[in-house]
């Protein structure tokens, strides 16, 4: 199923305001794995 990625970037912006670190993304032909950061709330 082909997708926008809209979903992926809002989870990548609302990182960005959160923490400096990325969301990395990892893709293969079987299967997709995004990895977020923990965000420490204090």
């Given at each position: 199923m082909d997708s926008?990625?809209?979903?992926?970037?809002?989870?990548?912006?609302?990182?960005?305001m959160l923490t400096?670190?990325?969301v990395q993304v990892i893709a293969s032909?079987?299967?997709f794995t995004v990895l977020l950061p923990?965000?420490?709330i204090q």
């Open positions: 926008t990625g809209i979903g992926l970037d809002n989870i990548r912006t609302r990182y960005r400096d670190r990325d032909r079987d299967y923990l965000v420490e």
